[in-house]
Antibody, heavy 125, light 105 residues
Framework: QLQLQESGPGLVKPSQTLSLTCAVS??????????WSWIRQHPGKGLEWIAY???????YYNPSLKSRVSISVDTSKNQFSLTLRSVTAADTAVYYC?????????????????WGQGTLVTVSS | SYELTQPPSVSVSPGQTATITCSGD??????ASWYHQRPGQSPVLLIY???KRPSGIPERFSGSNSGNTATLTISGTQAMDEGDYYC????????FGGGTKLTVL
């Protein structure tokens, strides 16, 4: 059974960089056919997709966050990572990693399953 | 920019049918997925590609998508179905609806 587990600091100071890692177990990122995504949820709010990466390193970002976000993959460790620069209090959220499924590689047909348990990141001095 | 609109809340009696809608311009021309999130837990995929159910999701969850509205229907609603429901589609990037809180009372 595929499982995803987020890790990273729970507290980041304003203007600094947030870095999170998602460890994948029960399956290989390198097997292909899926994207690997980061999604966040502000406290008490809805879901916001951040970015995805394919095992080849191909990436796609939410246009609203693109200037501050980077996503990378380490197939040798079966994990992928998120970097968010110049954070503010508005970046305080629960950050989830998830596997993104597609129908024959069509990104418009996407869905997310499974999800990690999520990690709360608070931006505060 | 494209937006998905969901009702903030829906109430249903146990055993009855709950209907949660998700509206967007020509949403029926896109694929819609649905997720259930219980308090303090991660979202769980219920429906993808408008009507498909992942393995392990009960048959009482069904989806449709036509015109400007995607609909999640929960037949024989149970107390365990309470929580937040989110629709999701793709328009230049992945988008989620604002969520609907389902109360079973």
């Amino acid at each position: 059974q595929l499982q995803l587990q987020e890790s990273g600091p729970g507290l980041v100071k304003p203007s600094q960089t947030l870095s999170l890692t998602c460890a994948v177990s029960g399956g290989s990122i390198s097997s292909g056919g899926y994207y690997w995504s980061w999604i966040r949820q502000h406290p008490g709010k809805g879901l916001e997709w951040i970015a995805y990466i394919y095992y080849t390193g191909s990436t796609y970002y939410n246009p609203s966050l693109k200037s501050r976000v980077s996503i990378s993959v380490d197939t040798s460790k079966n994990q992928f990572s998120l970097t968010l620069r110049s954070v503010t209090a508005a970046d305080t959220a629960v950050y989830y990693c998830a596997r993104e499924g597609l129908w024959f590689g069509d990104p418009t047909s996407n869905w997310f399953d499974p999800w990690g348990q999520g990690t709360l990141v608070t931006v505060s001095s | 920019s494209y937006e998905l609109t969901q009702p903030p809340s829906v109430s249903v009696s146990p055993g009855q049918t709950a209907t949660i809608t998700c509206s967007g311009d020509k949403l029926g021309d896109k694929y819609a997925s649905w997720y259930h999130q219980r308090p303090g837990q991660s979202p769980v995929l219920l429906i993808y590609q408008n009507t498909k159910r992942p393995s392990g999701i009960p048959e009482r969850f069904s989806g449709s998508n036509s015109g400007n509205t995607a609909t999640l229907t929960i037949s024989g609603t149970q107390a365990m179905d309470e929580g937040d429901y989110y629709c999701q589609t793709w328009d230049s990037s992945t988008l989620f609806g604002g969520g609907t809180k389902l109360t079973v009372l």
